[in-house]
Nanobody
Framework: QVQLVESGGGLVQAGGDLRLSCAASGRTFSTYAGGWFRQAPGREREFVAA????????YYDDSVKGRFTISRDNAKNTVYLQMNTLKPEDTAIYYC?????????????????WGKGTLVTVSA
């Protein structure tokens, strides 16, 4: 069993930066891929970024590539999402997740645990 708690969301102006954190409990956290999804109002939840258990391999949706950076610190059981040059269309609830695999390309379809989310609002 893994529990995930996100933090770091808030209100920021367009062009600003935020860093999200996801603290995990559970001894298997460092064994599998972790990552982030988001859900904007009136839209379906969508994949944002994933990172392998070792932290070496990452995978991003095209909409955030070059602006967002995912990382992890297994000693702290934490996954991070550094979000730079934010746009109003990045406004969403951001969810942390872990997968049942350690292959980032399969992460979006292999999620087994979810956090409750943290709200990011980007004003124009």
């Amino acid at each position: 069993q893994v529990q995930l708690v996100e933090s770091g969301g808030g209100l920021v102006q367009a062009g600003g930066d935020l860093r999200l954190s996801c603290a995990a409990s559970g001894r298997t956290f460092s064994t599998y891929a972790g990552g982030w999804f988001r859900q904007a109002p009136g839209r379906e939840r969508e994949f944002v970024a994933a990172i392998s258990a070792s932290g070496i391999t990452t995978y991003y949706d095209d909409s955030v590539k070059g602006r967002f950076t995912i990382s992890r610190d297994n000693a702290k059981n934490t996954v991070y999402l550094q979000m730079n040059t934010l746009k109003p269309e990045d406004t969403a609830i951001y969810y942390c997740a872990t997968a049942s695999v350690d292959y980032v390309l399969e992460f979006p379809t292999s999620v087994n645990y979810w956090g409750k989310g943290t709200l990011v609002t980007v004003s124009a």
